[in-house]
Nanobody, 118 residues
Framework: QVQLVESGGGLVQAGGSLRLSCTMAGDIFRGYTMGWYRQAPGNQREFVASITRDSITNYADFVKGRFTASREGAKKTVYLQMNGLKPEDTAVYYC????????????WGQGTQVTVSS
């Protein structure tokens, strides 16, 4: 059973930075494209960033130039470095894993709250 455990959320002032982490347990990390999504109150969950097993990244337009996704295979961890945070970035951030080798499968973390004050 794949488990994703996120950490690193918190309260920060506008313009500040946070780094989210998501650690996988229960499967081979390299077989997954990892992603980050977010959901603000009253809104649908939306894509933020993804990183393939070959570290090819993709970002939503609203975070380009501010957020950076990276992964560390030895620690089975994906990161989201968030700089230049804005109040509109306030949301619960979810880690996502999509298996790309073998049988398909997708998994979600429990979410971590990010709050940006103005």
């Amino acid at each position: 059973q794949v488990q994703l455990v996120e950490s690193g959320g918190g309260l920060v002032q506008a313009g500040g930075s946070l780094r989210l982490s998501c650690t996988m347990a229960g499967d081979i990390f390299r077989g997954y494209t990892m992603g980050w999504y977010r959901q603000a109150p009253g809104n649908q969950r939306e894509f933020v960033a993804s990183i393939t097993r070959d570290s090819i990244t993709n970002y939503a337009d609203f975070v380009k130039g501010r957020f950076t996704a990276s992964r560390e295979g030895a620690k089975k961890t994906v990161y989201l470095q968030m700089n230049g945070l804005k109040p509109e970035d306030t949301a619960v951030y979810y880690c996502h894993a999509e298996r790309t080798i073998g049988f398909p499968g997708t998994y979600w973390g429990q979410g971590t709250q990010v709050t940006v004050s103005s």
